[in-house]
């Protein structure tokens, strides 16, 4: 349900939030010694969770609460989109719905498997509603119909592009969006 979104306004403000986060999370704690790292010198790409300002701050409180810790997303969409899929380690800053900053995360795993074979514990751990994988299937089966930017509709059986995260450094609080 959380496919990100870019956000392509406020880059001053993800400028400074990106010169905070990767102080606070210790991208290139050697970088007196060793020089710039890559992952800490490129600024990594900016997006809410959802399709909505309103669902892009519902699920970021979750993530800032520490409850959602995983994603999700039609593979079909990246495909429609052109885009290529999340990798493990890589970097992305999680906005609110205005596009305002909040976490900086990092991929720990990516894997994709067919709709219905989503596990329990993936459902729990993207946090929502009673986190139960049937209250998953519910809301997701929902998003994917409603917002997918791809044309082969629904199926039980359609990729999806699960992915799992770390927070490295969060601002602000679970109270977002106001």
């Known amino acids: 349900m959380d496919a990100p979104e870019p956000v392509t306004e406020g880059s001053s403000m993800i400028d ?3 010169r905070v986060a ?30 909505t300002p309103e669902q892009a701050d519902e699920l ?9 810790t995983a994603t999700s997303g039609a593979l079909w969409d990246y495909e429609a989109d052109g885009e290529a899929l999340p990798t493990p380690g890589a970097l992305g800053i999680v906005t609110d719905g205005r ?6 995360i ?13 596990s329990a514990e993936h459902a729990y751990l993207e946090g929502e509603g009673d986190r139960s994988l049937a209250t998953w299937r519910d809301v997701h089966e929902r998003f994917f119909t409603e917002h997918a ?5 629904f199926r039980p059986d359609m990729p ?8 490295l450094y969060s601002q602000g ?4 969006g106001s």
């Open 16 to 18: 400074s939030f990106w």
């Open 22 to 51: 990767r102080m606070r999370a210790k991208l290139n704690p050697t970088g007196y010694y060793t020089g710039e790292r890559p992952l800490a010198s490129l600024r990594p790409p900016a997006w809410a969770f959802g399709a």
């Open 60 to 68: 970021l409180a979750l993530v800032l609460s520490g409850s959602k």
């Open 99 to 104: 596009g305002v900053p909040h976490a900086l």
């Open 106 to 118: 990092v991929t720990t795993q990516v894997e994709v498997v067919p709709f219905d074979e989503v």
């Open 149 to 153: 930017v791809h044309s082969r509709g």
């Open 160 to 167: 999806v592009v699960l992915q799992r995260f770390a927070v």
């Open 173 to 176: 609080s679970a109270d977002v």
